[in-house]
């Protein structure tokens, strides 16, 4: 075991808890302004109330956003787990040239700062594409997101191939089975729930995604984080914005939440 | 006893495919390539292409043509080169304090605190990861305005915060990426077999001298493989500088104030972010720790 002194001990409970102080006093102090009655955030807070809560539920724009952050998430998740499941069988079963680029490439789209691949999207779509008189649109939006969620289907899929056992798949074509048969009723069975928690976490990537958004949404439409964004350009900060944010930070935790209890149900399973 | 008889069935794709390793390869692999490729390779070059043509004066349109100008103006133009700098120190600065933290933490969570506190600091660190990006840039506003919590909370101590400035911009960059280097760096420690502690102790080395002797250097590749995501994700960040920076500019925005007005400017400039970071994975992978990522 590693031994420390006292005081070093005491140092290190000391800065965790610093850590723990720093990183959820904001969150705290976000999703109670989100219960300020007052119409600007501030501190202290003078009096609360759930006002602001009722009216976000009511008020157009911000359902309009919610649906379009829907919509999208759903689009990139649906199109990052087919490419992301394709790419982690062929990293998976094969050996070739250039697979280590090809890995390079998965992440890519996730290890470049988010303002460069906004702006080679918007860039490709406003300056090459429109001129051809090929407009994308909101499917634009969702070509980006799905580009970089690719990477978190990838990664659970490719974590869970890895520890399969192959032989299966030889018996069951040893069996007579057709390699679609196989895929059906062996393979995919046994990394579902990687892929399903991969999905969601493409979906939480998606949802929360705002920098690669501003440069591809198409103008007029907001999702939750482009409307926040608006909001927060004003000087004070509306405490409405805080609500849609609390709302955020819900929302992206329960797919979180589902994929975390997946991976464990998969652990308990082998 | 029931006898089953696999019926005899001819499969000619799938015996096809069996058979050809390279055609079973193609016909999964060509679908994603495709799109990474087609969209987004393709995208960056096309982008790096734009860097070179111009704007027209009077229609203010983007007109193709090959000149060097706006790798000129970047590279020249001090405004530009400070803003450079600034960026590129701002993502050092980062990097260093999530490194500074992530250590102590790793060794707290890995090896002294007891399991369910561990499991418990595992998804308080996890959490907030997900929290949402922008979420986490106006609650940091909230904290740090004028008449925020911060300056609430010290005002007993006579401690007024700094304002909106850099300081603030590296404080809420930092608290956007330290997951990013704490979690690599807490399992890299776990990793670390219990017996090079005592191997350590017996030989009369102190805590702190294992620490430097056996940790540092066993841990070295998941700090280098966190300081890519802490240092990259800082370099493009310009939302951060935005709304808790007051005046301070970032690479990112002086790329998003060109983006409609000058796109060829904005694409020259998108370069240098996409340069240090080459520079930073090329040093990173002399080290041999990106395998690891």
Not at chain 1, 200 to 226: H, K, M, N, Y
Not at chain 2, 7 to 35: D, E, G, N
Not at chain 2, 160 to 167: L, T, V
Request: proline residues 6%; glycine residues 6%; aromatic residues 12%.
């Amino acid at each position: 075991m590693l031994r420390l002194s006292r005081l070093t001990k005491a140092l290190l409970v000391a800065i965790v808890g610093f850590l723990l102080i720093f990183m959820y006093t904001p969150l705290f102090v976000l999703i109670l302004n989100s219960f300020n009655e007052s119409q600007i955030s501030g501190w202290p807070i003078e009096s609360f109330s759930t006002k602001w809560w009722i009216f976000a539920k009511d008020y157009q724009p911000i359902r309009d956003a919610l649906l379009n952050s829907v919509l999208v998430a759903t689009g990139a998740m649906i199109i990052a787990s087919i490419l992301g499941t394709l790419f982690a069988f062929a990293l998976k079963g094969f050996d070739f040239f250039g697979k280590s680029t090809v890995n390079i490439l998965i992440v890519l789209p996730i290890a470049l700062p988010g303002i460069v691949t906004g702006v080679a999207f918007s860039n490709t779509y406003s300056n090459f594409l429109s001129p051809a008189g090929i407009n994308l649109g909101y499917f634009g939006m969702i070509v980006a997101h799905a580009t970089f969620c690719i990477v978190m289907v990838f990664n659970n899929v490719f974590a869970r191939l890895r520890r399969m056992n192959p032989s299966l798949q030889e018996a069951s074509a040893d069996l007579g089975a057709g390699l679609w048969q196989t895929f059906r009723l062996v393979t995919f069975p046994q990394f579902r729930t990687s892929f399903a928690a991969g999905a969601l976490l493409a979906f939480a990537l998606s949802f929360d995604e705002v920098v690669v958004t501003i440069f591809t949404a198409p103008p007029g439409v907001d999702t939750l984080p482009l409307w926040i964004l608006k909001e927060v350009g004003r000087p004070n900060q509306a405490s409405v914005v805080n609500v849609v944010a609390t709302v955020v930070i819900l929302l992206s935790l329960i797919p979180v939440y589902v994929s975390q209890r997946l991976a464990r149900a998969q652990e308990e399973e082998r | 006893m029931t006898q089953v008889v696999a019926k005899k069935q001819s499969k000619p794709i799938s015996s096809y495919l069996l058979r050809r390793t390279k055609v079973r390869l193609l016909s999964i692999i060509t679908l994603p390539m495709t799109w990474i490729v087609g969209v987004y390779i393709v995208s960056l070059f096309l982008l790096l292409i734009t860097a070179f043509w111009n704007v027209d004066p009077f229609t203010s349109l983007v007109s193709p043509g090959f000149n060097l100008e706006n790798f000129k103006m970047v590279l020249t133009v001090p405004a530009y080169i400070a803003t450079s700098i600034r960026t590129l120190l701002i993502a050092l600065s980062v990097t260093a304090i999530c490194i500074f933290f992530a250590i102590p933490l790793g060794i707290y969570m890995a090896k002294i605190a007891k399991p369910w506190v561990r499991n418990l600091l595992a998804v308080a660190i996890t959490l907030p990861l997900w929290a949402g990006y922008l979420v986490k840039i106006i609650a940091m506003r909230l904290v740090f305005t004028e008449e925020g919590f911060f300056n609430w909370a010290m005002a007993p101590f006579g401690i007024r915060g700094p304002g909106f400035s850099i300081p603030i911009v590296i404080l809420t960059l930092t608290y956007l990426w330290f997951p990013y280097m704490a979690l690599p760096v807490y399992t890299a420690i776990r990793q670390i077999p219990p017996n090079l502690f005592d191997a350590s102790s017996d030989m009369g080395a102190k805590g702190f001298t294992t620490i430097y002797r056996v940790v540092f250097p066993l841990i070295t590749p998941a700090v280098i493989a966190g300081s890519v995501f802490t240092f990259s994700l800082s370099l493009g960040d310009y939302l951060a500088a935005r709304f808790t920076g007051g005046a301070t500019q970032m690479i990112g925005s002086i790329i998003a104030q060109n983006i409609n007005l000058n796109p060829p400017v904005a694409a020259a400039y998108s370069m240098i972010p996409i340069f240090f970071i080459v520079i930073y994975l090329m040093v990173a992978r002399r080290t041999g720790s990106l395998e690891r990522m």
